[in-house]
């Protein structure tokens, strides 16, 4: 069954995926001759590079996220249907849907990229990642849960165990939530919980590599590392882990922690489509793509984003899985849907690096830019000037500032919620499944 989108005499464009790279291109397309369809399962545009505030309380979900519909008001060439992509067919033009199928003149493959546990199947039981603004609050859920469990225990043991926090994984987003978790120990837990010490908490963050932050200077990683240091985190570089059973982690040197929380955050890979030929399948379950970001023998279909690989001269390995790699190639794109409909020669894809940045708390942030590196209070004024000007809405951008600014002045937040849903809820939802 035809999923419900208007007949037209325009071009179509399918666009599964309204992350950086498919919400971009939509907007880049709707103000000329096409139709645009963006599919996801969700109804609004996730910021990822913020997820890890809603995990530790400090920003709510609603202000890193926009609904889609919102962005395209009053758009009639821009069609958004909610569903999971069952299956691509090339032969047909079409996608298989959740509400049925579409077809499609053109396909853009924009799925971006989820939770990699290199097969490790402990971790993926008992770990909790966090690509997903589900997956945060689930997180702070986690957290909280367990400050609220140790608050009643009498048994030591216990009562460590449930306040320790193991984070495996060193790029910016373990970097972040590991200092974000420390601020949090230091200066509020002790105030939301005056009966409990928390000298006994530990955070311990766990990476394979020899530094932090890998794909920025080994400067920014060493930096990085002082940070985390200066707010009593423990690092285990070139440290690979083994096991996790829920309680404990066991390392490869036999080194263990003792926890009720592990955070992964250690790896990604593409969410790959079923329909995709496996010729075209590489490392990191990515899609590869030629200079104008098609799939070779495919003319009408692209792919875009975290899920894209595309070897040039410059990045052999693929261009780096970050935001502005997508952003930067659904720019392209849309110029080069442009040209076909003109007749025009396509433009190949050259990446512009501006730069890398992460935070480790207040006042401590690395800035990597092409002819320049610094840290400390400039680069985190940068860091929160660059991800306050990326949030999609005005009003987010204002919600989060005042936030940050409360934050900074209050050491404080209150935002320290657990919401579960109801069993209700969660019932009709597997009905509906």
């Known amino acids: 069954m035809p999923v419900n989108i208007p007949k037209t005499d325009q071009p179509r464009v399918v666009i599964i995926g309204a992350g950086f790279a498919g919400l971009k291109l939509a907007r880049k397309l709707y103000k000329h001759n096409f139709q645009v369809a963006l599919i996801d399962r969700n109804n609004y545009h996730q910021f990822q590079p ?22 395209f008001q009053n758009i009639k060439n821009v ?4 569903a999971d992509v069952k299956k ?21 493959i924009a799925t971006g990229a989820t939770t990699n546990f290199f097969g490790m199947e402990s971790f993926m039981k008992n770990g909790i990642p966090m690509k997903s603004v589900s997956e945060a609050l689930f997180l702070r859920n986690t957290l909280l849960e367990n400050f609220e469990r140790a608050v009643t225990r009498l048994d030591k043991e216990e009562k460590r165990r449930l306040l320790n926090v193991v984070v495996v994984g060193g790029g910016p987003t373990g970097v972040e939530v590991c ?8 200066f509020v837990l002790p105030k939301d919980y005056p009966e409990m010490d928390f000298n006994n908490m530990t955070i311990t963050l766990v990476e394979a590599n020899t530094h932090l932050l890998h794909g920025m200077s080994p400067e920014a990683g060493d930096k990085a590392v002082s940070y985390l240091k200066g707010l009593d985190v423990e690092v285990k570089l070139n440290h690979k882990v083994l096991n996790y059973d829920g309680e404990e982690v066991e390392l490869e040197d036999k080194e263990n922690f003792q926890t009720n929380t592990l955070i992964w955050a250690a790896g990604v890979k593409g969410q790959m489509p079923d329909g995709v030929d496996p010729d075209f399948v590489v490392r990191g379950n990515r ?16 792919a875009i984003g975290d899920i894209a690989y595309m070897e040039t001269e410059k990045y052999p390995q693929g261009h780096p899985q970050v935001a502005q790699v997508a952003l930067q190639q659904a720019k392209n794109l849309a110029k080069n849907l442009l040209n076909i409909q003109s007749e025009k020669a396509q ?30 209070f400039p680069a985190w004024m940068v860091w929160m000037f660059v991800h306050l000007m990326s949030i999609v809405g005005v009003k987010n951008r204002l919600v989060i500032f005042i936030n940050w600014l409360w934050n900074y002045m209050t050491y404080d937040q209150s935002l320290r919620l657990i919401l579960r849903p109801s069993s209700r809820s969660v019932e009709k939802q597997k009905r509906n499944e």
């Not at 505030?53 to 889609?68: D, K, M, N, R, Y």
């Not at 104008?292 to 692209?302: M, T, W, Y």
């Open 50 to 71: 913020l997820f890890y505030q809603v995990a530790t309380s400090g920003l709510e979900p609603s202000s890193i996220s926009f609904p889609l519909r919102k962005v």
């Open 347 to 376: 433009a190949p894809f050259e990446y512009k690096d501006k730069g890398s940045m992460a935070t480790v708390g207040r006042n401590r942030a690395v800035v990597d830019l092409p002819n320049l590196r610094f840290a400390g």
């Open 88 to 108: 691509i067919m090339p032969d047909e033009k079409m996608i298989d849907t959740t509400l049925g199928t579409v077809w499609y003149d053109y396909l853009v």
């Open 179 to 186: 200092g974000a978790l420390a601020e949090m120990r230091k």
């Open 79 to 82: 069609f958004i249907r909610i």
């Open 287 to 302: 899609i590869k793509v030629n200079s104008f970001h098609q799939l070779e023998g495919h003319d009408d279909i692209f």
